[in-house]
């Protein structure tokens, strides 16, 4: 039967196909030019914790892979979520990238109202590393193991303080959990930062914290801190010497801090591959590793994939560790 399409119809019919083909094309065009200009690394804590030692030299080693320029934007508050809605609203192109710690999953179980949907407005791109963490204590604390901090909070239930970096910090968790599992009750103090956690500890305004042992170390060399234990299964290279709670007869306890980078929701997978890929190369570089390595670092650098399954397995477990320990934001 004879085509009995009007030029007008078949030229419509024509352009209909022809922007199909570009749309499906899209993903792959924006990746092949991606990046040409600045990318914008959220880091959800203030400068000087252990995000931010990770983050500079990691924005050091992206910038010549990329050659674009990768800049840290410091968006602190409210235990990591307001770096995170600002990401979760930010446009999915690649340019705007979010490092998120533990606590990421903690807050999706610990905040009631969170502004946005942890699983759903976000984009995985890498698992960059893992940190042991450190229960250090101020130099005024007697205690120097974990049963004697257990002798010692015990002796006066509450009054025993634990600093950390946030509400929904890994290390406000961490101490909440060793808490139940002890049967001890200490007193939350919560700060912006770990940084500012390390300078109350020694302006002696808290006892203790259970915190990123890149940040606490330095001060442990010195003797103005002492270290009581590693919350990891494993003893941490950068403190070889200290055992870890495991060790010290808290059997099954496994707190360990992780870093990863997220765009938001609907950032195109070439794009989060590209940066994946390159942020695997970064990890490998000498000078990336010997970073990593003086602050306790274990580099990773994974799949966007095997990211959203790790995130999803923390969220199970610390919404399990919330209900348990009746944590809440203070």
Not at 54 to 69: T, V
Not at 273 to 299: D, F, N, R
């Amino acid at each position: 039967m004879p085509d009995r399409q009007t030029p007008t119809r078949r030229r419509a019919v024509l352009l209909g196909l022809a922007l199909a083909c570009a749309a499906s094309a899209l993903p792959a065009a924006t990746a092949a030019q991606w990046p040409d200009k600045p990318i914008q690394l959220v880091i959800p804590y203030p400068p000087g914790g252990s995000a931010d030692l990770l983050a500079r030299p990691l924005a050091l080693q992206l910038q010549q892979q990329l050659k674009q320029p990768v800049v840290l934007e410091y968006k602190p508050g409210a235990g990591g979520t307001v770096a995170s809605q600002y990401v979760a609203r930010a446009k999915p192109d690649g340019y705007t990238l979010l490092m998120v710690l533990a606590a990421h999953a903690i807050n999706d179980s610990l905040y009631p109202n969170l502004p946005y949907d942890t699983r759903k407005d976000f984009a995985p791109v890498s698992l960059v590393a893992n940190l042991p963490m450190i229960v250090a204590a101020s130099s005024k604390l007697p205690a120097r193991n974990v049963r004697e901090l257990i002798e010692v909070a015990k002796a006066a239930p509450g009054k025993l303080t634990f600093g950390s970096a946030g509400n929904g910090n890994t290390g406000h968790l961490a101490a909440e959990y060793f808490s139940s599992v002890t049967g001890i009750k200490m007193m939350h103090v919560p700060y912006k930062g770990s940084a500012n956690v390390v300078t109350a500890m020694l302006a002696g305004e808290i006892d203790l914290t259970f915190d990123s042992i890149s940040t606490s170390m330095p001060h442990i060399r010195s003797g103005r801190m002492h270290a009581i234990a590693v919350t990891s299964p494993r003893r941490s290279a950068l403190a070889p010497d200290v055992p870890t709670i495991q060790e010290q007869g808290i059997a099954g306890f496994d707190v360990t801090g992780w870093y990863a980078v997220l765009g938001p929701a609907g950032t195109p997978a070439p794009i989060r591959t590209k940066l994946s890929e390159a942020i695997a190369v970064a990890l490998k570089q000498p000078a990336m590793q010997k970073q990593m390595e003086s602050g306790g670092y274990e580099a990773v650098g994974s799949t966007p994939e095997a990211l959203q399954a790790h995130i999803e397995r923390e969220l199970v477990r610390w919404a399990k560790v919330v209900k348990d320990t009746g944590a809440r934001v203070d």
